[in-house]
């Protein structure tokens, strides 16, 4: 479990932020943008369709791996996982085209 629930963990918090600053380094250079060219622009809307697209990967991510970080924690912390949880990784993790369990 060591060997998933960790790693999993540091990449959905590396995920997080790098996507966070990602979405400010947009939102920022969108309002640059708009304040040069004034409403004649419309880098806005593309900008907020960039930044639902990055979201989406997120969430798609997060549903995916999701599952498997709960599997790991309730592992560490007590020794019987329920088996419902278990077919759900299995469903989840599968979705993504790769079997790690």
Known sequence: MWFTTVPILLIFSTNAVLYFLTWLRIRQETEI?????????????ASIRAAQTMLLFVVAFFIQWGALSLFGLWNIITAKVPQPLYFIVVILSNIGGKQYI
């Open 33 to 45: 943008i708009m304040q040069s060219l004034g409403n004649q622009c419309t880098s806005r809307k």
